[in-house]
């Protein structure tokens, strides 16, 4: 096994290294930022989901310890949350050759904020178009920009308004392709009723790819495509007796408990929130519940970090 001289040893079996892990964004791996010694130690880095990163280092240690975490960021007004960094090696007596690490907000809770959300859109990102009888695909040029910039500011779930002289023409079904709210692939396929009407998806988009039809039985009716009201919750949420812990709920002002909660399983990838009243572009909301998931880092955001490897039996 290689050695490599660290930043300071502690006893005759433990060494010191120290590096930084800086954000890569949602849906991205963070990159380590070692200098010296540090950058030796390190093979891979790879996310396995939000926030659920692993570190492969170059030869296999006894044990490892975190020395220090420290969270810095470069625009702490921008950034979602203070976050709090978890690292997980492997049991004493195993070689170690890779190392977990989370990162969550700090203190295993979330604050959402909703500010002046828009009210609910039926026909936000495409109007009313006629039904044709061949599959039809609709790409992300082809939706209207303040309904995409109204999902990336608040991802939320996609509906599906059927109207026409002849709403049973309307295709039975449409694949909504895109992100979610941590910036991974979503996919959801909302069915829809050969009848005049709103349909709603269940997952919180924050951008669309592409939204594809099913052939219809006609020309005679109409589809639009909007946004509803279940917005996407920023961390997984924690479920409890089968419901996501509500800590906190603030509506236009005033502490209410008349909000509609999904769990990530009903309304994923996180879970969503559905305010009891109707938004209005003015009215701010906000939402405080137990995580049950990690937080990718922003690339405003990393981590000053000393991890101890332990190549010998003194910890």
């Given at each position: 096994m290689n050695t490599y001289p660290g930043d300071r040893t502690l006893n005759r079996h433990a060494t010191v290294y120290h590096f930084t892990l800086v954000g890569g964004g949602l849906g991205a791996a963070p990159t380590v930022d070692a200098e010296g010694a540090a950058s030796n130690i390190f093979r891979t880095i790879t996310r396995n989901g939000p926030g659920n990163y692993t570190l492969t280092l170059r030869d296999p240690v006894?044990?490892?310890?975190?020395?220090?975490?420290?969270y810095r960021n470069t625009g702490y007004d921008t950034t979602r949350a203070h976050k709090t960094l978890l690292i997980k090696g492997e049991p004493i007596d195993n070689n170690v050759t890779t190392i977990d690490l989370r990162v969550e907000p700090t203190g295993g809770t979330r604050f959402d904020e909703l500010t002046d959300p828009l009210a609910v859109g039926t026909a936000a990102l495409e109007a009313a178009t006629a039904t044709t009888v061949s599959p039809r695909t609709v790409l992300a040029a082809g939706l209207l920009t303040a309904g995409k910039n109204e999902l990336l500011a608040r991802p939320r779930n996609v509906t599906f308004t059927v109207a026409g002289g002849t709403a049973a023409h309307a295709p039975t079904s449409a694949v909504i392709t895109g992100t979610g709210i941590n910036g991974d692939a979503l996919t959801e396929t909302v069915a829809i009723t050969a009848s005049a009407g709103t349909y709603e998806g269940a997952k919180a988009f924050r951008t669309i790819t592409s939204v594809v039809y099913g052939a219809a039985s006609g020309t005679g009716a109409t589809v639009a495509v909007g946004y509803g009201k279940k917005f996407g919750l920023s961390v997984k949420a924690k479920v409890r007796a089968g419901a996501v812990v509500r800590l906190v709920e603030i509506a236009a002002g005033s502490y209410v408990t008349n909000g509609t909660l999904a769990t990530p399983t009903a309304s994923p990838p996180n879970g969503s929130y559905s305010p009891n009243g109707s938004p209005n572009g003015a009215d701010d909301y906000a939402?405080?519940?137990?995580?049950?998931?990690?937080?990718?880092?922003?690339?405003?955001?990393?981590f000053n970090v000393e991890l101890a490897l332990f190549r010998g039996k003194d910890l």
């Open positions: 006894r044990n490892v310890r975190v020395e220090s975490a420290l939402l405080g519940y137990e995580i049950d998931g990690g937080i990718d880092l922003l690339t405003t955001e990393a």
